[in-house]
């Protein structure tokens, strides 16, 4: 079962205390936004296999959104982060990196 | 390729079963092809079939990186209907329902196709309304469904509990003619049909990039070497966003687990399948006696296929509640799958931004209902270049345009 270490409160919650919210950092099309722009922000989605950041909720918790850094491939936690922020912080980052040399996500790396 | 009858069994049997040979052959790549399917699933398997078959494209491999028909197609609970809401599911589906129905004298090989009929129980008011809607547009449709009350659901199906301690069963979607098939079997029928007509299904054989000249596809580099090709048809299931980013584009697909478990074997006890979408389980009797068990999908990317153990607890809870006699069976098996869902929960058959490669995925958690009428609409697709009225609904730019299949509101879940 996934955990996930909420980093508002501080609990380690289990999977079935959590609410999954899909992909972390979408950044919303403004009024200046073409088709193809507010296409990408609605449905493509990045889907990797491996390094993956994401939105999740500490629903029965402390109710707080949050951002994990996730594996896809064997399901390991890099890190949780808050979620007033527009990308990953560098020590997240840093720990990714650690442990998965030359990932790549969006851009990031 | 030998054919399979009763003469050839009773020869067998005279000489010790010497004489079967291989179902299908076992080839090395050649460097070109006339059109490359990626994925040796049931999907992959039936397009290769119906372009050799509808269309006279024979010069096809079909690549796959593991065993045929080991993904997703040797993984489900071999749900087959037709009992969709919007027209365009509808016409697919029911093409696959009806192309099942005679698709072992069509392969010559036993699908084992069980009619035995298919019931969504409706647990809530909002549900009964739903399937009524559901059975009006199915009649308009031409696929032969009903809705039935309680007591028609009891007598198909002595040993479901109307009364659920949640959720009493109001009534049921009843399709007559959806029911089950042996799904390794429509694999391995597909493959022996390919071989036969001179294809070359190639196992053990990833495609590690795709060969792109002048905005069109090229070919293929495989772990066994390149590959050319005029077309390529990308049919991968739950990998479908990683050959999409070798091909230079993106998907509207996230790819998630779900899972199933079969419980130990034992004697009939129900020989239809039901559906219980409120609760979210759904069940039926295999030849062996096993009760066959489809559980929920899980909330997050996962590549891993293993699925969340909470699930499993979900989907037993239901179904314990619905048929409590189940509640001391042991389970035998539990496994899970990657599974390619799309915004709207509908599949994608469609052109690409690549001149020359095609996509067929996003079949979510239903695609084997769908195997022999995916392969029928996406062979038109590549044979001809443009999708034919079978796949123009499920076109890859529905989504930027807004023309969603959405029937996530009929099916929630299972569909």
Redesign the interface.
């Known amino acids: 079962?996934?955990r996930l270490t909420c980093p508002y409160c501080g609990v380690a919650a289990e999977?079935?205390e959590l609410?999954?919210g899909?992909?972390a950092h979408l950044a919303r099309v403004g009024p200046e936004g073409n088709?193809?722009a507010f296409?990408?922000y609605?449905?493509?989605?990045e889907?990797?296999?491996g390094v993956?950041f994401?939105r999740w909720r500490h629903a029965m918790g402390c109710g707080k959104w949050f951002h994990a850094a996730?594996c896809?491939?064997?399901?390991e936690v890099f890190g949780t982060y808050p979620a007033q922020t527009t990308e990953p912080p560098a020590h997240i980052r840093a720990a990714i990196t650690a442990k998965r040399p030359g990932w790549a996500w969006r851009g990031l790396s | 390729m030998k054919r399979y009858s009763a003469f050839a069994i009773a020869r067998e049997a005279l000489r010790d079963h010497t004489g079967w040979g291989r179902a299908w052959g076992n080839p090395e790549p050649r460097r070109r092809y006339d059109a490359i399917i990626v994925g040796a699933g049931g999907h992959g398997l039936a397009t290769a079939y119906y372009l050799g078959r509808n269309h006279g494209i024979r010069n096809v491999a079909i690549l796959e990186k593991g065993w045929l028909g080991g993904g997703n197609t040797g993984r489900n609970t071999t749900i087959i209907r037709s009992n969709y809401l919007q027209d365009p599911s509808a016409a697919i589906y029911e093409k696959a329902r009806s192309l099942y129905e005679t698709l072992s004298q069509e392969l010559n090989y036993n699908i084992m196709y069980s009619p035995r009929g298919v019931m969504m129980l409706a647990q809530t008011e909002h549900e009964v309304r739903g399937y009524r809607r559901t059975a009006q547009a199915n009649a308009l449709q031409g696929v032969d469904t009903e809705f039935i009350g309680p007591e028609r659901v009891k007598a198909l199906c002595p040993i479901i509990r109307l009364e659920g301690p949640r959720y009493p069963v109001l009534g049921a979607l009843w399709q007559p003619r959806a029911g089950t098939a042996r799904h390794d079997a429509v694999a391995w029928g597909y493959a022996r049909a390919c071989s036969e007509m001179g294809m070359h299904v190639i196992q053990k054989c990833e495609v590690t990039g795709i060969r792109r000249e002048g905005g069109r596809v090229a070919g293929v580099d495989t772990t066994r070497g390149p590959i050319d090709c005029d077309k390529l048809g990308i049919v991968v299931a739950g990998h479908s966003g990683r050959l999409a980013e070798m091909a230079g584009f993106r998907l509207p697909i996230e790819s998630v687990a779900l899972q199933a478990l079969v419980s130990e074997p034992i004697k009939p006890a129900m020989d239809v399948v039901v559906m219980a979408n409120t609760v979210h389980g759904y069940l039926s009797q295999s030849d062996k006696g096993e009760m066959v068990i489809g559980g929920g999908a899980d909330g997050f990317n996962n590549y891993t296929q293993r699925g969340s153990f909470h699930h499993v607890e979900e989907t037993v809870r239901a179904l314990v509640e619905t048929f409590p006699m189940l509640s001391r069976l042991k389970m035998l098996r539990w496994w899970g799958g990657i599974v390619d869902m799309t915004g709207d929960r509908s599949p994608i058959i469609s052109k690409t931004p690549l001149e020359g490669c095609f996509i067929n995925c996003g079949w979510g958690t239903g695609g084997f209902k769908a195997i022999p009428g995916s392969g029928w609409a996406m062979a038109e697709t590549m044979a001809k270049g443009e999708p034919g009225p079978l796949a123009a609904a499920f076109s890859l730019d529905r989504f930027r345009e807004g023309r969603f299949i959405d029937e996530s509101v009929a099916a929630g879940v299972a569909h």
């Open positions: 079962m996934l999977e079935t609410a999954p899909g992909e088709d193809d296409h990408a609605l449905f493509e989605r889907n990797p296999r993956h994401e996730r896809t491939v064997t399901l």
